[in-house]
């Protein structure tokens, strides 16, 4: 399978304090990954990083085929921060169809992408500000459900999620592994993750512990 | 790209239409203004009708401030600009995208305040092809310098009191170029407006070009 | 060598004031206030050297991405701020026994006027911006746009109205010569001078912040 990740000595900065200090990191396509730590110690910046949200200040990284040393942008990856990237105003179905639009996707399957995260009926086109921190996550991930992202980052997203919710979330991120898709997630909830994720990975102050890289690029 | 630029001022658009921040603040706010400067210059008719067009423009100015930053704040609260980023889509689509919407959203209140000048300060709509063209190149430029300054200003917690200061001073063409060719457009001036056209339109084309090429390295830090 | 260029400025700068007090004659209408002419104009061309040099340096910036040359143009322009007040100021005072007015609504002024307000945006961004690569690329935008909108506020000025005394030496034949002329001609080199001295110096200034911060920097990421 190809290489979704691919991390080398990769230096992030926050102004002027490192926040990723030689982070190695290998995550291939189909591959689910868990990376757990203390606060602080680096999962929201490695997932921005990622997203090419935050710029490489040293080190070598490709994600999805681009080059973020070389300031590239990679394309296809479906990013859920801990603010879903929503607009207050838009109706849950307004903002997944926006970001179908944005993704040059269809917006017809925005309604079957909240479905799929459990959000059916008039609550559907009740502006987003009026819902709940948990029904926002799910908004969130029904956007990036609708433009099925070839590598998913999310960061904490089963906080503040009900059971339910959460077993809708286990099964989304199962079905983009199973169709190719590389996922990443930061957690705290190492049990529950663990089970569906296919190897974990431990960060703190800034740098990886665990099987990060791939020696060879043989099928799992 | 003209496409995902369309996408953009389209959602911009629907959220105004949604959250009426337009209809109940900025506009009232620029009716209040122009009260405000009746109130402050002598209810001389005279004097009020004759500095109209300027007063206007000032007020479309201000007012212009209030819109971008609205405009931005929508990106900015949920961390919606990094959505923008992750999809790939051209940053100067967003650019022009965000900036079409805030034109329209001033034309809106132009045009509020063209009726309340007409009531309030006596004035007379002579030549309307002129206001009018002067009217849509002038909040072009505008929402353009607006949008661009927006994102230089990006993601400080002091943003809103250095966008004031960083973009009005560079719009003084705007407010010279608006008010000459309104002024003439009323019948008050004695020479051509047509000529400030030109400027108005040199001023948005600068402005388009500048953002269009800026925005991508100035998104990349939002 | 830098230090030489200042020391030489300053030489010629005194020169220029003691011609200018003492030794040419004092004009047949401005009378004892000529002797502005010899620190006016100059200040005005210095300013505007500053600006072009900011412009020019944050082009580059963002073209290479070099640390340097955003600290090149940083330091013009606040060396240029400096000079574009004493010009308004020197101007004010020229103009008040001149024209009974501190001041007119001409394109000069008026351009001078904003591009101060222009370049002290400039600075006041600089100031916020914590990051300094951000810092570098938001300042080169904000600079290249004010270099964009210069001639458009300078020209919209003029469209305007003009009453700003007609350039004397950039005519076929001046009207100013002899002594006057090379005073002059001294005062536009000595602060030319001064100009680049300053602005070497402080860009050498931030230059050592900048390596003193990406040492921090490197010690910073080997503790983690």
């Known amino acids: 399978m190809g290489s979704a990740i691919r991390l080398r000595s990769a230096v992030a900065l926050l102004g002027r304090f490192p926040a990723l200090a030689a982070v190695d990191l290998d995550v291939s396509m189909g591959e689910s990954v868990l990376v757990e730590g203390p606060n602080g110690a680096g999962k929201t910046s490695l997932l921005r990083v990622c997203a090419g949200l935050l710029p490489l200040s040293a080190g070598a990284g490709v994600v999805l085929g681009a080059d973020l040393s070389k300031r590239g942008r990679p394309h296809g990856v479906g990013f859920l921060g801990h603010a879903a990237g929503l607009y207050d105003d838009l109706s849950a179905l307004e903002n997944v169809e926006f970001r179908a639009r944005l993704w040059g996707v269809p917006p017809s399957g925005a309604a079957a992408a909240l479905e799929r995260v459990g959000l059916e009926g008039p609550i559907r086109t009740v502006a987003v500000a009026r819902l709940s921190a948990g029904q926002r996550r799910r908004v969130g991930l029904a956007a990036l459900v609708a433009v099925r992202p070839r590598l998913w980052l999310l960061d904490e997203p089963h906080a503040g999620l009900d059971a339910e919710a959460r077993s809708q979330l286990d099964s989304v991120l199962e079905e983009a592994a199973h169709d190719g898709a590389a996922v990443l997630l930061a957690s705290h909830e190492v049990e529950h993750v663990g089970r569906i994720v296919s190897r974990s990975v431990h960060i703190e102050r800034g740098r990886l512990a665990g099987t990060t890289v791939r020696e060879t690029d043989n099928a799992a | 790209m003209l496409r995902e630029a369309f996408v953009v001022a389209a959602k911009d658009l629907r959220i105004e239409a949604r959250s009426h921040v337009g209809r109940t603040q900025v506009v009232p706010f620029a009716l209040v203004v122009v009260v405000l400067f009746g109130l402050a210059l002598d209810p001389d008719r005279g004097l009020l009708t004759r500095a109209a067009p300027g007063l206007l423009w000032v007020t479309v100015l201000l007012t212009a401030l209030l819109a971008t930053q609205r405009s931005l704040a929508l990106e900015s609260a949920d961390r919606a600009v990094d959505q923008l980023r ?137 | 060598m830098l230090n030489a260029v200042g020391v030489l400025g300053l030489g010629g700068l005194v020169g220029t004031v003691a011609l200018g007090l003492g030794t040419t004659p004092p004009d047949q209408v401005q009378g004892e206030l000529v002797r502005m002419i010899y620190i006016h104009p100059p200040l005005a061309w210095t300013a505007y050297l500053a600006f072009a040099v900011t412009g020019l340096f944050s082009a580059l910036y963002l073209w290479k991405r070099q640390p340097r040359s955003d600290q090149i143009a940083a330091s013009s322009a606040e060396v240029g701020v400096v000079l574009c007040t004493l010009t308004l100021v020197t101007g004010s005072l020229w103009g008040r026994p001149t024209w009974g007015v501190w001041w007119t609504w001409d394109a000069r002024l008026t351009t001078t006027a904003l591009l101060l307000a222009l370049f002290a945006g400039y600075l006041a961004l600089r100031r916020v911006v914590v990051d300094p690569v951000a810092r570098a690329k938001r300042s080169a935008v904000l600079a290249l746009v004010a270099v964009a909108d210069i001639p458009l506020v300078h020209f919209s000025v003029k469209l305007w109205r003009t009453l700003h005394q007609q350039p004397t030496l950039l005519r076929p034949d001046p009207q100013i010569a002899g002594i006057q002329a090379w005073t002059l001609l001294l005062g536009f080199a000595s602060l030319t001078l001064i100009y680049v001295w300053l602005t070497g110096r402080r860009a050498r200034l931030e230059a050592l912040v900048h390596l003193d911060e990406s040492r921090a920097l490197e010690l910073a990421v080997a503790s983690r």
């Open chain 2, 86 to 222: 992750v999809s790939g889509i051209d940053p100067a689509a967003v650019f022009l995208g965000k900036a079409a919407a805030l034109s329209v959203q001033l034309l809106v209140v132009v045009t509020a305040l063209a009726v309340g000048v007409v009531v309030l300060y006596g004035a007379v709509l002579a030549s309307p092809l002129l206001l009018i063209a002067s009217a849509l190149v002038a909040t072009a430029g505008l929402a353009l310098a607006g949008t661009l300054y927006g994102a230089v200003a990006a993601g400080l917690r002091v943003r809103e009191t250095l966008v004031p200061l960083l973009v009005l001073p560079v719009v003084a063409p705007v407010l010279l170029g608006a008010t000459r060719a309104w002024e003439a457009g009323v019948g008050l001036a004695v020479s051509d407006g047509w000529p400030w056209l030109r400027l108005l339109v040199a001023f948005m084309v600068v402005f388009a070009a500048a953002g269009v090429m800026a925005f991508g390295p100035l998104l990349e830090d939002a």
